[in-house]
């Protein structure tokens, strides 16, 4: 039997090095060597964030700024965002469609999904079914 289980053990203390500490380690020093300058530390990225964000505050002046407004997703296509953020831009869309803000505001939440089985994910608006809805009202 101590065959069989001396073999097993050091199967996994080796494999748990090589996965758990080796190759995370050589893929976060190719990262940094390739990509030194990208990420929340950027510069760049941390000035088109304060340009956007100032540009929206003259939008909404006294209103917080959803961050799902300011920041952009890896592929820049997710279909939802949060309601603070649907909620943001009620006042713009209801002046461009020329509808009144309390109905936009309605939509907004008849199109706010909740989380999964009440505790996963965040709250959330499809932007697409928002502006379908929108488009069916004639706004």
Same mark, same amino acid.
């Given at each position: ?8 053990? %050091?199967?996994?203390? %080796? ?17 940094? $060597? ?9 510069? $760049?990225?941390? @000035?088109?964030?304060?340009? @956007? ?20 997703s890896a592929s820049g296509l997710d279909p939802d965002i949060t309601p603070a953020a649907a909620l943001f831009q ?11 803000? @309390? ?31 929108? @488009?069916?009202?004639?706004?």
């Amino acid at each position: 039997m101590l065959q069989q289980i001396r073999p097993a053990v %050091v199967m996994i203390v %080796v494999m748990t090095v090589i996965t758990g500490l080796a190759y995370p380690l050589a893929m976060t020093g190719i990262a940094q $060597a390739l990509f030194p300058y990208l990420g929340p530390t950027s510069k $760049a990225l941390v @000035d088109r964030v304060k340009e @956007d964000a100032a540009k929206l505050a003259q939008e909404n002046p006294n209103t917080p700024i959803p961050v799902d407004l300011v920041t952009t997703s890896a592929s820049g296509l997710d279909p939802d965002i949060t309601p603070a953020a649907a909620l943001f831009q009620v006042p713009r869309v209801a002046k461009a469609r020329g509808l009144a803000p @309390d109905k936009l505001r309605a939509l907004v939440e008849q199109h706010t999904d909740g989380r999964l089985f009440g505790i996963i994910g965040e709250p959330h608006v499809n932007v697409l079914k928002l502006n379908l809805a929108l @488009d069916a009202m004639g706004g």
